[in-house]
């Protein structure tokens, strides 16, 4: 695979093509996913949770951040790494600015953080520096405590309405990535649609540009119950590197996800 960057997720866009994207928090698995040509790592702040055994994100550091982000830096060759902005270390531009300057020094291409139209200052000033921003709408899993759960978003005439604002309001201030998580299926289309960017999705249907599981949930070896926007890849294959595989096709050939693993 070519080195990916933000022109070929673009491009893909524009060519109607599906891309992937996966977590990842060290250098083998960041590995398995170059080989299974997987265009996004995403060191997300889930760690917290299928590394650190947390109940939340919340506990999450920058310096942990950093720490995951360089191993996977180490193992990885040619995919895009995007690392998240952990919990409070962008409540203000300033502490955005510090926060994300040590995940691009760890080794991300670019920085995601969570949160709406508030967001537009940091995400133009992040940018303007030559960070480049992923703007995560939706279920904001830092925002657990304020939403009441782990629930669907934008399902209300008003919320909906409101998401697309912030998506647009954000994409104007330079973010050059939008995921959604945890959607409906119909508003993650339109959203899609409209975007002059890419947008992954993650529970928001088969329209979005691109998809991104978490890889312990994909593998199947995520304690609980599994959310219903999650397919247990490995029930089906012989090793990880077939299961990752898998999922890198079935989102290029458009069979994942399916209707029974969105929202209405
Ligand atoms: O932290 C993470 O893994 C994420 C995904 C759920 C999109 O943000």
Known sequence: MKNVTLHTLAQLKQDGEKFTCLTAYDA????????????????????????????????????????????????????LIMADLPFMSYATTEQALDSAAALMQAGAHMVKLEGGAWLADTVEALSERGIPVCAHLGLTPQSVNKLGGYKVQGREEDSAVQLLQDARALEQAGASVLLLECVPSSLAKQLTEIAGVPVIGIGAGADTDGQVLVLHDMLGITPGRRPRFVKDFMSEADSIEGAVSAYVNAVKGGLFPSAEHGFA
């Open 28 to 79: 083998t698995f960041a590995q398995v996913l170059n080989q299974a040509g997987v265009e996004v790592i995403l060191v997300g702040d889930s760690l917290g949770m299928v590394l650190q055994g947390n109940d939340s994100t919340l506990p999450v550091t920058v310096e942990e951040m950093a720490y995951h982000t360089a191993c996977v830096k180490r193992g990885n060759s040619s995919s």
